[in-house]
């Protein structure tokens, strides 16, 4: 299955971070996703470098896309426009993405769309697999107004969806994001990095109960936001006490640590969210959620109990490689602004790291 029967094709790029990717997409029906991690070549310095990012962006870029093309068995002439990222991320970074865009939209004679790394997050739940037929069925499964949650490395950001294209901010982190508070967590934990999916493997051994650490805000969740820097304090100090203690961490103190940190970092995420949904009378069916954290089982769990208690439909990914940064997500969000003809003059796209929702 080619790009022969596709009606809207788009060939998307996504270089805000640590991963260089590339996909082809029709609709929501996604017909390739290549992602070239960078993860193991920043994980000696604990984080992200950016310079790195950049070179590593240059060096692979071609051969994802080429990659991408190859998988959905799609000639560069059969494509409908060519999406980027262009906020929010690494400024260096994204350029990367954007310049290739360019090339190959001035190139091919193609529209080009910017598309903003934290709509396509929200809307990668939307994502069909190549097998599926329907694509209506999928979306019109989703009722709109709905509510949104992206939980990234980046951002934690609960949104009301107006419709797609329309977006209200409800809550959203004042410091750390989950992500970034799962990878400091396992950072301390001596996990490496980024540590978020290996502190959940580490959490299904321990007792979250063990080791007592206060939820975040609580009590406070009327000032609807998210705030994950005071738990990082609290994990560290909780970890120096075991330390002076015991002299070293045993593993089970590694596994009662994690689970205790998971536990408390949810705990916190579903009070604000069920708050939210208890006070701001949104008149909603459905939840999407989207973002690297979205592939913890514990969070999918928590978060289908909440959705169960205020009637609410939960919808994540169906893939693992949606939930992390990925061009497929690019160009789901891309379909729809071709849709509503939102291009950019190819002159004229350009980065905006801080881009907002
Ligand atoms: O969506 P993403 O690639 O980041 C941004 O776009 O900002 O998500 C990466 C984040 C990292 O912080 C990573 O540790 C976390 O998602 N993550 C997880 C899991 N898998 C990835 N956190 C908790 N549990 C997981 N299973």
Redesign the pocket.
Known sequence: MGCNRIKMRILSIDT??D?TAAAVTDGVKILSNVIWSQASAHAKFGGVMPSLAQRMHEERIDWVIEKAMLNAKCKTINLDAVAVTVGP?LSIALGVGIDRARKLAIKYDKKIIGVN?LEA?LLSPLAITNSQFSISNQLSNIQFPSLGL??????TLLVKINKIGSYETLAQTSDD????A??KA?RMLGLGY????I???MSKLGNPTKYKLPIPLLGQEDRMIFSYSGLKTSMMRKIAEVKSRDGELSKQDVYDLAASF?DVALTHLIRVSSFVIENCKLKIENLLV????S???E?RSRIRQMCKKYNLQASFPYS?KL???NAAMIGIAASFKYNREEFTEVEKIDRNPNLKI
């Open positions: 805000s971070c991963e991320g790394h997050h992206v939980v990234s490395g980046g951002n994001a989950l992500g970034e799962f990878d396992a980024p540590g978020g999916a502190l959940e493997k998971q989207g973002g690297g954290v592939a913890n089982v969070l693992k939930t992390g940064d």
